[in-house]
C-alpha cells in the first residue's frame, strides 16, 4: 500500500512513520503542507496518490485554542476537510485522529463510539465538528479517537513531570480527571492494523486501563525512581482555560471488532521511560 502521513513531524507523527514496515510511507509535516491550503493539500495528495492518508496534523494546543478559536477551526476542521476532499478526489481512504474531548465527562462508564457528543472546549469543538464533516466528505473514512498520548521526541506529561520532578520536592496534580494514557508507539500499531484491516467509522484507541493525572503522575515518579512527593489537587484548584472531562474512559469495544488489544497503560509506560532512557 501507499500511505501519506500528514502530521509526521509530531508526537504520534514520528513513531507512526517509524513502525511503519512493508508498505511505501511518505509523510510531511507542516513545513511541507500547510492543511489550512487547499490548493496545497491537493497538490501533495494527487502527487502521492495514496491508498490510505493517515490525518496526525493538528493545532494540538487544547488551551491554546481558547484563545486562538479561528485558528484551532481553521486546522482542525477545515484542514482535516481540505485532506477529506483531496482523498476523495483520488479515491484515497482516510483515518482522521480525533479526541476523547469530543465527550463532555459526565459518564461514569466508558465512552462507547455512539455516545453524543458534547464537547466542553473548543479544540473539543474543533474534532466533532471535524469529525461530523469528515463523515459527510467520506462516510468510509475510519476516525480514530485516541487520549491522553505520550511518546519520546516531544512534549507529553510524563516528560513534563519527569523535568518538574527532577528540580521539586513535591508536585500537585489533578486528581479529578480520569482518562487512559496511550503511548503513542502502540497507538500507531493500532493505527497501522486498523488500516491494514480496512477500518471504516468511529474506533477507540487508548492503552487498556484507566487513571487520574494524580495516578499517572505517582506511578511515572514511582519507575522513574524519583522520591519527590506527588499531591493530589482538585482541577479548580489547578484552573485552566480549556475545561476537561472529568472522566473521558473511552471503551476497548469498537478496537475489539478489528481483533485489536492494546497493552496496558503501565506497561507502556515503563517501555517508554526506557525508550526515553536511550534516547538521553
Ligand atoms: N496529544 C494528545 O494528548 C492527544 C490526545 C487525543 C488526540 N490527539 C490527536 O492526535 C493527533 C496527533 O497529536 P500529536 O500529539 O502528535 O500532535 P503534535 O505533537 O502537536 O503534532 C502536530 C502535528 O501537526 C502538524 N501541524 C500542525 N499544524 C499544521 C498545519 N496547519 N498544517 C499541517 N500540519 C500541521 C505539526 O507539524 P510541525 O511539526 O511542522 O508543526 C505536527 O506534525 C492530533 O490529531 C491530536 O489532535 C492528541
Known amino acids: 500500500m501507499k500511505i501519506l502521513i500528514l502530521g509526521a513531524t509530531g508526537l504520534l507523527g514520528k513513531p507512526l512513520v517509524r513502525e511503519w514496515h512493508g508498505d511505501d510511507v511518505v509523510g510531511f509535516g507542516s513545513r511541507d503542507v500547510d492543511i489550512r491550503d487547499e490548493a496545497r493539500v491537493h497538490e501533495i495528495v494527487h502527487g502521492a496518490r495514496p491508498d490510505w492518508i493517515v490525518l496526525a496534523a493538528a493545532y494540538t494546543d487544547v488551551d491554546g485554542c481558547e484563545s486562538h478559536q479561528e485558528l484551532a477551526f481553521a486546522v482542525n476542521r477545515d484542514g482535516a476537510l481540505n485532506v477529506a476532499r483531496a482523498a476523495q478526489s483520488v479515491g484515497a481512504k482516510m483515518l482522521f485522529i480525533s479526541s476523547d474531548y469530543v465527550f ?41 479517537r485516541t487520549s491522553w498520548l505520550f511518546g519520546a521526541g516531544g512534549k507529553c506529561f510524563p516528560d513534563t513531570i519527569l523535568k518538574l520532578a527532577a528540580n521539586r520536592t513535591s508536585l500537585d496534580v489533578v486528581n479529578d480527571q480520569r482518562g487512559c494514557p ?83 497503560w503501565k506497561h507502556a509506560l515503563r517501555r517508554y521511560l526506557e525508550e526515553r532512557k536511550s534516547a538521553a
Open 104 to 144: 463532555d465527562g459526565k459518564k461514569n462508564s466508558p465512552y462507547e463510539i455512539n455516545d453524543q457528543r458534547n464537547p466542553q472546549s473548543v479544540y473539543g469543538r474543533t474534532k466533532a465538528e471535524a469529525e461530523l464533516g469528515l463523515l459527510q466528505v467520506l462516510p468510509d473514512c475510519c476516525i480514530a
Open 182 to 264: 496511550t503511548y503513542t508507539v502502540d497507538l500507531s500499531r493500532a493505527i497501522i492494523e486498523l488500516c491494514r484491516k480496512n477500518a471504516t467509522g468511529i474506533v477507540h484507541v487508548t492503552n487498556a486501563g484507566d487513571c487520574t493525572w494524580f495516578e499517572f503522575a505517582s506511578e511515572i515518579v514511582k519507575d522513574a525512581g524519583l522520591t519527590t512527593e506527588v499531591r493530589p489537587v482538585s482541577s479548580q484548584q489547578m484552573a485552566r482555560p480549556a475545561p476537561r472531562p472529568a472522566y473521558s474512559i473511552l471503551s476497548a469495544t469498537s478496537l475489539g471488532q478489528y481483533g485489536i488489544e492494546m497493552p496496558g
